[in-house]
């Protein structure tokens, strides 16, 4: 497993700052599989987990109702209490993030250790608030995702290469690859490690010499 990325490990401003400061360029990673269609909001994060207003912690409880039974015992069928799959890219079924648009979905999937997640379709406001917050949702075609699972279930280790430049996701065990779509705006976010205030602040001469050559 590699991530290419940049991180700062001297700042001293918390978790959150260092999130908004990581910068995506390529994942290669084994794949958490979770096969199953319309993974809404509430089963990534439960509602009784939001009383907490910060971002660290939620990955505790990522996936809490189907990683534990009802008695606090660990739920060994569920995948992410199984040896056989690790990583840093969650691929999905269909549908993955409806329901509510609780940010902290996003939130917890990321602080889980999750940097991708891959599905053949996103819900909207879980895709935005995952490209918020330094989240990659990589939405591929139903086919593509059927071989993914395919690939995963015949080799647990089988490994994946998302590369944000250059929008394309490979299968490395059999060189099948994909494109995928981003908003331009958010693509430049990630790869520089920018939040809102941050682009802004990054075309700080630019707008300077926009506004001296304003006429009123």
Same mark, same amino acid.
């Given at each position: ?66 990683r534990y039974t009802q008695n606090g015992s660990t739920n060994s069928e569920f995948v992410l209490n199984k040896n056989d799959y690790s990583g840093t890219i969650l691929v999905g079924g269909k549908n993955f993030g409806s329901g509510s648009s609780r940010e902290h979905a996003a ?9 991708? $997640?891959?599905?053949? =379709?996103?819900?909207? +406001? #879980?895709?935005?608030?995952?490209? !918020?917050? /330094?989240?990659?949702?990589?939405? $591929?075609?139903?086919? =593509?995702?059927?071989? +993914? #699972?395919?690939?995963?279930?015949? !080799?647990? /280790? ?12 490979? +299968? ?45």
């Open positions: 497993m590699s991530i290419e990325a940049s991180i700062p490990s001297n700042d001293k401003r918390g978790k959150a700052f260092v999130i908004n400061q990581y910068q995506f360029k390529t994942v290669v990673s084994s794949i958490v599989p979770l096969p199953i269609e319309n993974v809404d909001t509430d089963q990534i994060i439960p509602a009784r987990f939001l009383k907490a207003t910060t971002r660290e912690g939620f990955g505790e409880n990522l996936f809490r109702d189907w939130w917890a999937v990321f602080d889980y250790g999750f940097r991708v $997640v891959v599905s053949s =379709f996103f819900a909207d +406001i #879980f895709k935005n608030n995952a490209l !918020n917050n /330094k989240l990659l949702p990589v939405q $591929v075609t139903d086919g =593509f995702l059927d071989k +993914i #699972f395919s690939v995963t279930r015949k !080799n647990p /280790k089988s490994e994946l290469k998302v590369d944000l430049e250059n929008q394309t996701i490979t +299968i490395i065990e059999t060189g099948e690859s994909e494109k995928f779509d981003i908003n331009p705006y958010k693509k430049t976010c990630l790869l520089k490690g920018y939040d809102d205030i941050d682009y802004l602040i990054n075309m700080k001469d630019k707008i300077e010499v926009f506004e001296k050559e304003r006429t009123f």
